[in-house]
């Protein structure tokens, strides 16, 4: 849908930050990081993916003008 769509960078964008955002707190909390290879495996970031194609999807199927 993103290649479809030419948004792969939104895609990229939020998987970056996403990570991002999990390293920050798992450094600032002081745990261990196999909590971070948990998180990739957790099907959270599989949902989040999800919601970002869809609201891909929504966007590219809307017609001209609309948000």
């Known amino acids: 849908v993103a ?3 030419r948004r792969a960078d939104v895609a990229w964008a939020f998987l970056a ?3 991002g955002l999990v390293a ?3 450094a600032v ?3 261990p ?3 971070f290879v948990h998180q990739l ?6 949902l989040m993916a999800g919601f970002v194609l869809v ?3 929504r966007r590219v199927g809307a017609g ?3 948000p």
Do not use: H
């Open 3 to 5: 290649q479809r769509a």
């Open 17 to 19: 930050a996403y990570l």
């Open 24 to 26: 920050l707190r798992i």
């Open 29 to 31: 909390l002081g745990q």
């Open 33 to 35: 990081w196999t909590i």
């Open 41 to 46: 495996a957790s099907g959270g970031l599989l």
């Open 55 to 57: 609201q891909i999807a």
């Open 64 to 66: 001209r003008g609309q």
